[in-house]
T-cell receptor, first 111, second 116 residues
């Protein structure tokens, strides 16, 4: 099955700085890579996703990059704000389309 | 986006009782739903894949008789934690792929189970 590794587990930044979270996956059949944001006690929310035929996608302060050859993808958040503080998860479906999640990154943005 | 409704949001029960959690797709049909368990500050651990009209597929290490899953219709899946014990206390969350955008996963609001 798919194996997803996510780093770092915790990321602490100052407001206005950039944050980068990286994930690697094992199943070359994976072709869709979403990122979710989860606030404490709430459901994960999809914030951005990318398909394997694209190398980069941006949505305002958030971007995702994908390197299919190296099997890794990254979430980039620029000009971080305190409300960006949350746990972020990457996921990859593998060939079975059953989503496998990374372990999560706790992002803390200090005002 | 698609809406997945999950109830109850919070339940406190005594050890030995059973608890049923419902997950509904409100504006789409879901032939498959996923049930996850999440510990504080940890990732989503897949427990089982719920299939409409057939038996659920459980992940290795998940007790089928402990966590009963029923997916009787295209919009409803239930998870019953039988004879709950304190170690079953956790955040349980369901999800489903929306019909019109099959790759995007939508989550229920989660159920915080506390077994005393």
């Amino acid at each position: 099955g798919e194996n997803v590794e996510q780093h770092p587990s915790t990321l602490s930044v100052q407001e206005g700085d950039s944050a980068v979270i990286k994930c690697t996956y094992s199943d070359s059949a994976s072709n869709y890579f979403p990122w979710y944001k989860q606030e404490l006690g709430k459901r994960p929310q999809l914030i951005i996703d990318i398909r394997s035929n694209v190398g980069e996608k941006k949505d305002q302060r958030i971007a995702v990059t994908l390197n299919k050859t190296a099997k890794h993808f990254s979430l980039h958040i620029t000009e971080t704000q305190p409300e960006d503080s949350a746990v972020y998860f990457c996921a990859a479906p593998g060939g079975s389309y059953i989503p496998t999640f990374g372990r999560g990154t706790s992002l803390i943005v200090h005002p | 986006g698609a809406v997945v409704s999950q109830h109850p949001s919070r339940v406190i029960c005594k050890s030995g009782t059973s608890v049923k959690i419902e997950c509904r797709s409100l504006d789409f049909q879901a032939t498959t739903m996923f049930w996850y368990r999440q510990f504080p500050k940890k990732s989503l651990m897949l427990m089982a894949t719920s299939n409409e009209g057939s038996k659920a597929t459980y992940e290795q290490g998940v007790e089928k008789d402990k966590f009963l899953i029923n997916h009787a219709s295209l919009t409803l899946s239930t998870l019953t934690v039988t004879s709950a014990h304190p170690e079953d206390s956790s955040f349980y969350i369901c999800s489903a792929y929306a019909g019109t955008d099959g790759e995007k996963l939508f989550f229920g609001s989660g159920t915080q189970l506390s077994v005393l």
